[in-house]
């Protein structure tokens, strides 16, 4: 069964990602990881959209990954994954687009993987 929120009032709703969500989340999750690298004074995680790209595809595509993105208005805003590998679930890397940041998009992206973890009666969560 698909997951998929229903849209906020603010016009963000959740789905499962599919693979052809990656043209849009690469950049998303690069541009998200530079500015609060930026922002810091930290050297980037990630050091292109194609890097980023490649990691959120070897996610999208496992099987014991669920990974979620988030649409605002029908565009594609931000994604998370949950790895279901060991017993404690581990979140990451949730990304928003900075542009609609402060809408609930993360908080959303966030509720989507904590309910996954929860119906599958996973002992804990754990951001990574």
């Not at 998303?28 to 004074?41: D, L, P, S, V």
């Not at 979620?68 to 565009?75: C, I």
């Amino acid at each position: 069964m698909a997951f998929m929120s229903a849209p906020s009032r603010s016009g963000v709703s959740v789905r499962v990602a599919r693979m052809e969500d990656i043209a849009a989340c690469g950049p998303i999750c690069h541009t998200a990881f530079h500015e609060i690298n930026t922002r810091h004074n930290f050297p980037p995680d990630l050091p292109s959209a194609e890097a980023a790209g490649g990691i959120l595809t070897q996610m999208f595509s496992h099987p014991r990954f669920y990974c979620v993105v988030a649409e605002v208005d029908g565009k594609v805003a931000g994604s998370n994954c949950l790895d279901e590998r060991s017993p404690i679930a581990g979140v990451g890397p949730i990304t928003v687009d900075p542009s609609v940041q402060n809408r609930g998009v993360g908080r959303m992206l966030m509720q989507a993987v904590i309910e996954r973890a929860l119906a599958r009666h996973s002992p804990g969560i754990r951001l990574v």
